[in-house]
């Protein structure tokens, strides 16, 4: 009888199973050579920003901006809007296709509106109390139609009744 066990065979089969999918990560040399991370000649770059509430921020930034533009020799534009301006310039951006490669904003706007607006929900739903004993006349209705609504209540009436446990 052989010391290999089940327990080990599946041990061995998947660190051979791991070493196959993450070693073409490690050893490709040839993908790597190929990428240059080069950009392209006469590449531009338009950033839409908010307007600074701190001269020394847009001063950073700036100085930021003129190492990115040293270093890659992307030429940067900003443009600094207001805060209130920002989310309709990047609308229409976003409409015209003709806007900033980059918009930088803040993401606090869903902060701004009561929790429901109107036309949040077409209507409220509405509440049928029905009896589990009756069930077969609800599936007989014809606005019952959902599968999974109509099998959960199936099993919450054969659950309360003690004649549904779930297996562990």
Not at 57 to 68: E, G, H, P, R, T
Not at 82 to 99: I, M
Not at 126 to 131: D, F, L, Q, R, S
Not at 144 to 150: A, L
Request: net charge positive; charged share 30%.
């Amino acid at each position: 009888m052989s010391n290999f066990k089940r327990r080990k065979f599946l041990k061995t089969s998947a660190g051979m199973a791991a070493a196959a999918a993450v070693g073409p990560m490690i050893w490709v040399k040839d993908a790597n050579a190929q990428w240059k991370n080069v950009p392209e000649k006469g590449a531009k770059l338009r950033v839409l920003r908010w307007s600074r509430f701190v001269q020394g921020d847009i001063d950073q930034y700036m100085k930021n901006v003129a190492k990115f533009t040293e270093k890659t020799g992307i030429e940067v534009r900003i443009d600094n809007e207001g805060w209130e301006d920002v989310r309709p310039k990047a609308a229409v951006a976003a409409n015209t296709g003709a806007g900033p490669d980059i918009i930088l904003s803040t993401n606090d706007d869903a902060n701004l509106y009561p929790e429901k607006l109107a036309g949040d929900e077409p209507e409220e739903l509405e509440v049928v109390p029905w009896k589990m004993s009756q069930l077969h006349d609800l599936i007989a209705c014809h606005d019952v139609s959902e599968g999974r609504s109509i099998a959960a209540l199936f099993i919450a009436r054969e659950y309360l009744a003690g004649r549904y446990r779930p297996q562990r």
